[in-house]
């Protein structure tokens, strides 16, 4: 999964989460003085458990220096 944005932080949620489907949902900094550097991300990762999808991640990225 390529992110829409990184920090410094390291993104390892596909190495943790194998086989589990990853919904980035992106927020674009909207701060003019920080010149887009404000973003945050929201991950939902899901995996599957038999016949049924369960959510079994939740991680938050946001711009860090």
């Known amino acids: ?3 829409k944005s990184e920090g410094n932080t ?4 596909t ?6 489907v990853i919904v980035e949902y992106y927020f674009d900094g909207v ?3 920080y ?3 404000d973003w945050e991300s929201l991950r939902l990762v ?4 038999g016949n049924t999808w ?3 991640g939740i991680i938050h990225d946001q711009w860090t220096i």
């Open 1 to 3: 999964m390529q992110s």
């Open 10 to 13: 390291l993104n390892n949620a």
């Open 15 to 20: 190495s943790q989460y194998k086989g589990a």
């Open 31 to 33: 701060h003019p003085d």
């Open 35 to 37: 010149a887009s550097m």
């Open 46 to 49: 899901f995996q599957q458990e």
């Open 54 to 56: 369960v959510l079994s």
